[in-house]
């Protein structure tokens, strides 16, 4: 029985990788540039480090990209500093 219920989590957890695999991809070429506006210009160094974390957090990452609207941008003291310079 214990054989049984550890072979469904091993077939699970590779599902869930397979998945992430997938929507991994996609997502460090095309979604990362809509999540985050800084990632625009990043290099393929970058998109190859936050490969496995998309892969593990595919679930959360989808979500935000297929429905979400950009990120707002941070206000703080030194952003309103800038802007009163322009």
């Not at 699970?12 to 998945?19: A, D, I, P, S, T």
């Not at 929507?23 to 095309?30: E, I, S, W, Y």
């Not at 998309?54 to 802007?83: D, F, I, Q, T």
């Amino acid at each position: 029985m214990a054989e049984k219920i550890a072979g469904w989590i091993v077939v699970l957890l590779l599902v869930y990788l397979g998945l992430g695999v997938l929507f991994g991809l996609p997502f460090v070429l095309f979604g990362v540039n809509r999540i985050d506006t800084v990632a625009r210009e990043s290099k393929w160094g970058f998109r190859v480090m936050i490969f496995p974390g998309s892969v593990a957090l595919w679930p959360v990452l989808m979500l935000r990209w297929l429905g979400s609207k950009p990120p707002p941008e941070e206000r703080n003291a030194h952003r309103l500093a800038v802007r009163r310079t322009r």
